[in-house]
């Protein structure tokens, strides 16, 4: 398969699980003092550190995940493209997060998604596969058969009625979302929300039946990540979601509760197509935000910025 | 002995097959059998009129021959192991009757050998349909590995409430995708009726129909080891009843020696111990050789029958639309394949590449291009896409019909060219939001402009290579309404794919960064229709330049 340039050493992945837990160790940035009185946590910095500082400060994993609980992670590893493409979750941030749940008690993680390219390729090429193999309890899955899913109805939906979702999902006890900060040629971007379209079976009718936007918000009030984590790590700015496309560097690790207010906030760290746009102009997030599934606007929300 | 090294040459072969899939390592040769049947080999290379170097394998099959004698169809082919089990587990071969006729039906295969070369001289590739190898492996890829797939979802379904009960994740969503075919039922159908055939003599096709063996009898004779029937023999004719192959004659101590396969089987019934297989035959069998020989029992009228039917049967075939059609048809070929006529001539319809495709999107062809295209590999773009990833087809290829690429050629090697049916597409047609061709295409060869208010896809030609991913993708019911047609398709019987693709200004890695290009350009600069311009600018100003999705 040509040149390894998307897969993570165990020696490097060693190196930064080391650096993030040296940071960890060696003394609690003041940050951590506020912990909870936040609405969203944006730590700046390298994937692993960035990563492990924005569930530090937003009160710890363990707010979410305590011992014996069953966790699903939702990556986006849709594409069979390396991290440095932007297409996909970084393979440290899902790592770094799985290692969190463990280390919390979870009973087990599982890494979840529906990709779009064919699974094996996806699961070896993102190196999500690679990154959480060292991690003991942690299951990296990409499913394509219907049998995984179950349906289940949508009582606030406008367009949807119906949606099958992973049963994975439906049986946990939590649902993480880490999705990765890119272009979307129907949505404008692809952020928290616009991932949730991986845990379903029939996403076409998405596009083809129902008004994308629309089925987006039904979608977020039945599938509700209690923790969000945005990579904007990495932004592809152009040509996503698949890419090719323009990569730029925000460096940001995007944590919170609320899905609109973490995607509101993704929207503005990144020019995409190369121009600025606010949390509002995005449609979909804008029919979240109208549905009461959020906070949009970014002046209403504690926001504590950080380094990692 | 014998029965240990067949079940060890199925097993390989067997197992071969199954690590023909997108995984291939470079060094291992999935289609070694393929490459070593040296009619599958000559045939190609007659039809084809090329040198094929994969081919030449199939020199090692022929000097073994030529030293040690006719011991492939014993030892080595994995058809005669099969019909070697399948015989095992029917113990019907107690109450066989007798076959009449035997000695004229023992010519057929002969004449279907000449009948295949001719035809092959004449350009039509026909040896596929009877050699053993590449019966064998279509059999495996059509019916028994979408079976053997069937059977272990089944099984993993069943088990699965235990795997989800013991907490074992990996098993407990553990699910194979199912491989299909649209040739399976015939495949299986003809293949049944082979087998249905041992009914009436054990080895039935080995000894009347099979081409390679018909072909491997005619230098089998000059090989070191003989049946030799010492002074012992009392006549029992064990030997004669035993023999797979029927090739003890009415003397018992008279072997048909094109016939005898050196399986030894006459020596292990033997009740008196009498036969044995020397490797270096006493004076006299040599100087009866040349008698023995004759033993091919073929005329020189037969041979001019079933060459002259050879010939007639090409050029018939070839008489009809579809020659001067090749290469015109609607169906698209893997990349790599050799241009259309020589591909016709080149493919063993063995069913490698279809078996190792990682996206099930190779597929057979039934009558599309006529006799001369049976099961030949197309691309069902509307079922799978091509993955980029993925180089397999080509890998596997005995004789190179489709060539092996690396994946930075084979990404060169354009297959078609995506056209938009704009009557059935949403956006175009409804003016709905829907934009999955350019979320999946790979090379962002689709790409957005701004048309009566809307931004529309649009495909750009010289970035397209034909892989599918929209075709296949697309909501719309019934049809596509991004179809691959196989205009513009590359196809090199050798160099550079790559090369090729820069003299026609193709470019299937965009630079980063691209779409901005594109939105920058509203899509209006790319000089194709002037009229699309004029219609679209005034809206154009209208509309403020914001991607999809942006308010």
Redesign the interface.
Request: hydrophobic share 30%; with cysteine; glycine share 10%.
């Given at each position: 398969?040509?040149g390894q340039s998307g897969q993570i050493s165990r020696r490097d992945f060693l190196k930064t699980a080391a650096a993030g837990l040296t940071l960890s160790l060696a003394g609690k940035p003041g940050f951590l003092a506020a912990k909870e009185e936040h609405d969203l946590v944006v730590m700046s910095g390298a994937p692993a550190t960035a990563t492990k500082a924005a569930l530090e400060a937003i009160g710890g994993i363990s707010r979410f995940v305590t011992k014996g609980k069953q966790v699903v992670l939702k990556p986006n590893m849709s594409f069979?493209n390396p991290p440095e493409w932007g297409s996909t979750t970084h393979p440290l941030v899902v790592a770094t997060v799985a290692q969190a749940c463990i280390d919390a008690g979870a009973l087990?993680v599982?890494v979840l998604d529906y990709p779009?390219?064919?699974a094996e390729?996806c699961l070896k090429?993102s190196g999500i596969q690679e990154a959480c193999k060292p991690i003991k309890g942690v299951?990296v899955?990409a499913?394509?058969?219907r049998?995984?899913f179950r349906e289940i109805k949508v009582p606030q939906g406008k367009v949807l009625d119906r949606v099958e979702v992973f049963k994975?999902v439906l049986d946990s006890d939590v649902l993480i979302n880490l999705p990765q900060a890119k272009?979307?040629?129907?949505?404008?971007?692809s952020l928290g929300i616009k991932n949730l379209m991986g845990l379903i079976w029939d996403r076409?009718?998405f596009?083809?039946r129902y008004?994308?936007?629309q089925a987006l918000a039904d979608l977020a009030t039945v599938i509700k990540p209690q923790l969000t984590i945005l990579d904007a790590t990495r932004a592809l700015?152009?040509?996503g979601?698949?890419g090719?496309?323009?990569?730029q560097k925000p460096n940001l690790i995007i944590a919170g509760i609320d899905p609109v207010a973490v995607d509101s906030y993704g929207v503005s760290v990144a020019p995409?197509?190369?121009?600025n746009?606010r949390g509002?102009?995005?449609?979909?997030l804008?029919v979240a935000h109208q549905r009461g599934l959020g906070q949009i606007d970014l002046d209403q929300l504690r926001i504590l910025k950080g380094k990692a | 002995m014998r029965t240990y090294l067949q079940a060890l040459s199925l097993f390989f072969f067997t197992a071969l097959f199954a690590f023909a899939n997108y995984r291939l390592p470079e060094w291992l040769p999935a289609d070694i059998y393929l490459r070593l049947d040296p009619l599958l080999g000559l045939s190609a290379v007659l039809a084809g009129k090329e040198v094929i170097r994969r081919a030449f394998w199939s020199l090692i099959v022929l000097g073994t021959t030529l030293v040690i004698g006719r011991f492939f169809c014993a030892y080595v082919c994995p058809m005669g192991a099969t019909l070697d089990f399948l015989d095992l587990l029917s113990s019907r071969q107690k109450n066989r009757q007798g076959f009449k006729g035997e000695a004229s039906w023992r010519k057929v295969k002969l004449f279907l050998l000449i009948l295949f070369l001719g035809s092959a001289l004449a350009g039509l590739s026909l040896a596929y349909l009877m050699d053993p190898l590449s019966f064998l492996t279509r059999f495996y890829t059509f019916f028994l590995y979408p079976l053997f797939i069937t059977s272990i979802n089944l099984l993993i379904?069943f088990l699965r409430p235990l795997f989800q009960a013991l907490?074992w994740?990996?098993l407990s969503?553990l699910?194979y995708?199912q491989p299909v075919y649209y040739m399976t039922f015939i495949t299986f159908s003809i293949f049944a009726a082979i087998i249905a055939l041992s009914r009436f003599a054990p080895r039935f096709w080995c000894r009347y129909l099979c081409p390679l063996g018909a072909f491997l009898s005619f230098i089998s004779p000059l090989g070191l080891f003989k049946r030799r029937v010492g002074p012992e023999c009392n006549e029992c004719l064990k030997c004669q009843k035993a023999c797979p192959m029927g090739a003890v004659q009415e003397d018992p101590k008279k072997t048909n020696l094109p016939e005898c396969i050196q399986c030894r089987t006459c020596a292990e019934v033997c009740p008196k111990g009498a036969i044995s297989f020397p490797a270096f035959p006493s004076p006299d069998r040599v100087s009866k050789l040349g008698g023995e020989y004759a033993a091919v029992d073929f005329s020189r009228r037969g041979f001019l029958y079933s060459m002259t039917g050879g010939l007639t049967v090409a050029f018939l075939a070839g008489r009809t639309p579809f020659t001067p059609l090749q290469g015109k048809q609607q169906f698209i070929r893997p990349p790599g394949a050799v241009p259309e006529s020589e591909f016709l001539r080149t493919c063993i319809r063995c069913g490698e590449c279809m078996k190792s495709c990682?996206?099930n999107t190779l597929q057979p062809c039934f009558w599309e291009s006529g006799l001369s295209g049976l099961w030949t590999p197309k691309m069902d773009l509307r079922f799978a896409p091509c993955?980029?990833?993925?180089n397999v087809c080509g890998k596997v290829c005995p004789t190179q019909a489709i060539r092996s690429l690396s994946?930075?050629e084979k990404t060169h090697a354009k297959v078609g060219t995506a056209v938009l049916r704009k009557e059935l597409c949403?956006v175009w047609a409804q003016d709905?939001?829907?934009?999955?061709c350019?979320?999946?295409?790979?090379y962002?060869a689709i790409v957005?402009r701004t048309v009566e208010g809307y931004r529309r896809p649009v495909v750009i030609a010289s970035r397209c290579n034909g892989c599918g991913f929209c075709e296949q993708?697309c909501?719309?019911q019934g049809g596509s309404a991004i179809v691959v047609v196989p205009n513009g398709e590359i196809r090199l019987k050798e160099g550079s794919y790559i090369q090729e693709a820069k003299k026609l200004q193709l470019e299937f890695?965009?630079d980063?960064?691209?779409?901005?290009f594109i939105?920058?350009q509203s899509g209006f600069k790319v000089g194709d229709g002037k009229d699309l311009e004029k219609s679209a600018l005034p809206e154009e100003k209208k509309q403020p330049k914001?991607?999809?999705?942006?308010?």
């Open positions: 398969m040509g069979s087990r599982v779009l390219r064919p390729l090429r299951y899955l499913l394509e058969d049998k995984f994975e272009t979307h040629s129907a949505t404008g971007v076409y009718s596009h083809s008004n994308i936007n700015v152009s040509g979601p698949g090719p496309g323009e990569v995409w197509y190369g121009q746009f509002r102009q995005v449609e979909h804008l | 379904d907490g994740i990996d969503h699910h995708t990682l996206t993955e980029q990833n993925c994946l930075e949403l709905k939001l829907c934009l999955i350019d979320e999946i295409c790979p962002n957005f993708r909501p719309i890695k965009p980063p960064g691209d779409d901005k939105l920058e914001k991607p999809k999705g942006f308010l």
